[in-house]
T-cell receptor, first 112, second 112 residues
Framework: EAGVVQSPRYKIIEKKQPVAFWCNPISGHNTLYWYLQNLGQGPELLIRYENEEAVDDSQLPKDRFSAERLKGVDSTLKIQPAELGDSAVYLC??????????FGPGTRLTVL | DAKTTQPTSMDCAEGRAANLPCNHS???????VYWYRQIHSQGPQYIIH???NNETNEMASLIITEDRKSSTLILPHATLRDTAVYYC?????????????FGTGTQLKVEL
């Protein structure tokens, strides 16, 4: 069984540029999560989807971050415009209630 | 979610058992104890979880004290590939997804 797929694995951009990350969850998983992981810290939840609906986006900085999960499968996380402090690893995870979350490899973003 | 406390780092000799402690003295009756690990430059990997009873799978054993205020993850025969950050998390299932609040974890270093 294929795991959670994320792309790109690495992204380098200049500040004020837009950037997007893509996630394909494990087949059949209806819940999808985006996490942010700063260096030396554990992951922090940004948003959780159940099918197409964002059911917990309280930690998503909505002034510059947006996410979508069309058709309840793949998801895209966007930052516009990116700031220096957004340099981090962006992780996607999926689960099928009430089961465990499984994580992708992450996208490492560097903002110059 | 209950806060968990883990040692910052631990060392273990290859082939020996690695015992990773976790304190979760404020855990509620319906919170599960989850363990994940994160090898450098990878996403977190699920290891094991439990509610009250001890659990064992192909990766590890989880020992939860009777009062549920602490637990121990046991890797029976540690190898160099087990070097990673290990996260202990107390998590609830909340309407379709489980919320994982990561701390900074324990850096386990397995040495020859």
């Amino acid at each position: 069984e294929a795991g959670v797929v994320q792309s790109p694995r690495y992204k380098i951009i200049e500040k004020k540029q837009p950037v997007a990350f893509w996630c394909n969850p494990i087949s059949g998983h209806n819940t999808l999560y985006w996490y942010l992981q700063n260096l030396g810290q554990g992951p922090e939840l940004l948003i959780r989807y159940e099918n197409e609906e964002a059911v917990d986006d309280s930690q998503l900085p909505k002034d510059r971050f947006s996410a979508e999960r069309l058709k309840g499968v793949d998801s895209t996380l966007k930052i516009q415009p990116a700031e220096l402090g957004d340099s981090a690893v962006y992780l996607c995870a999926s689960s099928n209630y009430p089961d465990t979350q499984y994580f992708g490899p992450g996208t490492r973003l560097t903002v110059l | 979610d209950a806060k968990t406390t883990q040692p910052t780092s631990m060392d273990c000799a290859e082939g020996r058992a690695a015992n990773l402690p976790c304190n979760h003295s404020t855990i509620s009756g319906n919170e599960y104890v989850y363990w994940y690990r994160q090898i450098h430059s990878q996403g977190p990997q699920y290891i094991i979880h439990g509610l009250k009873n001890n659990e064992t799978n192909e990766m590890a054993s989880l020992i939860i004290t009777e009062d549920r205020k602490s637990s121990t993850l046991i890797l029976p025969h540690a190898t160099l590939r087990d070097t990673a950050v290990y996260y202990c998390i107390a998590a609830l299932f909340t309407g379709g997804g489980n919320k994982l609040t990561f701390g900074t974890g324990t850096q386990l270093k397995v040495e020859l």
